[in-house]
Structures are given as C-alpha cells and as structure tokens.
T-cell receptor, first 115, second 113 residues
Framework: DAGVIQSPRHEVTEMGQEVTLRCKPI?????LFWYRQTMMRGLELLIYFNNNVPIDDSGMPEDRFSAKMPNASFSTLKIQPSEPRDSAVYFC?????????????FGPGTRLTVT | QQQVKQSPQSLIVQKGGISIINCAYENTAFDYFPWYQQFPGKGPALLIAIRPDVSEKKEGRFTISFNKSAKQFSLHIMDSQPGDSATYFC????????????FGSGTKLNVKP
C-alpha cells in the first residue's frame, strides 16, 4: 500500500530559480498538509487543504510561496523566486478528516538546497 | 512564539534505561496531543497520542503522561533500545481546528548499546 509520495527527493537550484515540489497523498485521504523542517525553526505547517480547498495558509512565509491542489490526488508547492533561506526539507502529509485520532501520514520529504 | 515547548533538545540513554521527553503548552484549547517519531531521512510517523480526558496512555514500551492542570505532557520510553534512536516531536491541536498541529522543537534521542 503506497504511502504519501513526494518528488523530487532532492532538489538543488540556484537563487532566483523557480522550484516546484510535488505530492501525491494517500488514496482516500481528504486533507493534505505542506510542512517545512529546518534546524532553526523545527517543523512548521505552511498550508493545508481539505477536499482540495486551501483552509489555512497562515504559515506560508511570503508571496514567493504558492500551493495548489487541482484534484484529490495531486498537490504542488511552488517557490518563485527561490532564495538560499528557503533551503529546508519540505514534507507533504495527508490524513482522513473525521478518522479517530486524526493521524497525519508524512511523505519522505524533499530536501531543497538553494545556492 | 512557540505554542508547544519541548525539552530536552537531545538525550543520551543507555540501553535498557528510561527515556523521558517533556512538553508544555499554554493554550487551554488544545485537545489532542500526539507524539511523532522521525528516523533520519524519513518523514515523521505517529507513535502514540492522548486526549486530556485521561492522565496516561500506554502502548507497549511507550507511555504518555498528561497533567492537565500543569499543562504538561511527557513521553516515557521504557527499556530503551538502540532502535529507538530517533527524533521525537510532541504536538498539539485544538478541537475546533483539529487538523492544525503545533509541533514542539524535537528531541534527538540516542540510545547507546
């Protein structure tokens, strides 16, 4: 049974370039989350969707970040233009709202390095 | 400001010992307290969770102790094993925004053989 799938697993890009991270949630899950993890700030929620609709994007750091969920099986997180301070591991997670416990299932992450 | 404060930042325990990680919060609206375990190169995974209507929950060697009046909760790992070496995160969410987790800063546990 496939878990949350993220691509790419590693991304190295130069400052100013556009970066697109992709996520495929677990089939049947109706909530999707994007997190960023750094040593300095820990694990931060950037945005989450419920039934493909963005519910809370208060964690999105600035206008350079945008996220979309065009359908139940795909989401993207885009950074344009990228900056060195965006270097982090970005996790996508999904859950089934209403399920007892509300467990969020995390993907393996995308390690982004902006030089 | 961090909604959930976690300590210690790192912990070294001998095999067979007890690992204790503590978390504290201020928001009395928090209603759900999960602990996540993360191995290097992997995403976090749910380990155990508790609601404030109970003071303790045990699953195998892992126990959450919850003190509602003190607004503190802790993870105890009994008979710690080298395979438990990982980073542990506590988290909290509210009843009215169940999906939004506030994570602690993490504790890196190293269990020495």
């Amino acid at each position: 049974d496939a878990g949350v799938i993220q691509s790419p697993r590693h991304e190295v890009t130069e400052m100013g370039q556009e970066v697109t991270l992709r996520c495929k949630p677990i089939s049947g899950h109706n909530s999707l989350f994007w997190y960023r993890q750094t040593m300095m700030r820990g694990l931060e929620l950037l945005i989450y969707f419920n039934n493909n609709v963005p519910i809370d994007d208060s964690g999105m750091p600035e206008d350079r970040f945008s996220a979309k969920m065009p359908n139940a099986s795909f989401s993207t997180l885009k950074i344009q233009p990228s900056e060195p301070r965006d270097s982090a591991v970005y996790f996508c997670a999904s859950s089934l709202e209403g399920e007892a416990g509300g467990e969020q299932y995390f993907g393996p992450g995308t390690r982004l390095t902006v030089t | 400001q961090q909604q959930v404060k976690q300590s210690p930042q790192s912990l070294i325990v001998q095999k067979g010992g007890i690992s204790i990680i503590n978390c504290a919060y201020e928001n009395t609206a928090f209603d759900y307290f999960p602990w996540y375990q993360q191995f290097p190169g992997k995403g976090p995974a749910l380990l155990i969770a508790i609601r404030p209507d109970v003071s303790e929950k045990k699953e195998g060697r892992f126990t959450i102790s919850f003190n509602k009046s003190a607004k503190q909760f802790s993870l105890h790992i009994m008979d710690s094993q080298p395979g438990d070496s990982a980073t542990y995160f506590c988290a909290a969410s509210t009843l009215y925004n169940f999906n939004k987790f506030y994570f602690g800063s993490g504790t890196k546990l190293n269990v020495k053989p």
